[in-house]
């Protein structure tokens, strides 16, 4: 059974692994300075002692917030992990004040995209060029 924590300098090399798996696009060390900013935004999933899943959000502008990354191992995917982050992200930036929450997705990443359709995001604009290959993002946005 798996359950949530804010994250811990300790989980730094399991979020890290786990980042390079599914995303190949951010600095590691983020990981570091988004705990040293927005540390009351960055949980993890953990089951076993292993961390399974991650999620950072902040408040970009006030009212606003960003959900910077979600991720889980392949192998929890479809148990609920990734839901139950997204709801939590969200529920830490309402609480914070926050009335809408947006989030980037890959283009092609018509999986990602669905799971957040059915959790109450919507398609907002597009980003040409956003991610480093030179892919485009689809920004999406949820009232929260």
Known sequence: MFFFRLFQPKDFNSVIELESRIFHEHDPYIYME?????????????DAGEVIGYTVGYIS?????RIFTLAVKE?????????????????????????????????????AQHFYLRRGFVPAWVE?????????????????
């Open 128 to 144: 040409r060029g956003y991610y480093t290959d030179g892919e485009d993002a689809l920004v999406m946005k949820k009232e929260l």
């Open 34 to 46: 988004m705990y040293e900013k927005v540390s009351s935004g960055f949980y993890v999933a953990v």
């Open 61 to 65: 502008v006030p009212g606003k917030g």
């Open 75 to 111: 192998a929890y995917r479809g148990r609920g992990v990734g839901t139950q982050l997204i709801n939590k992200i969200c529920d830490v930036l309402n609480e914070k004040g926050v009335s809408v929450a947006s989030l980037e997705v890959r283009m092609n990443n018509i999986p």
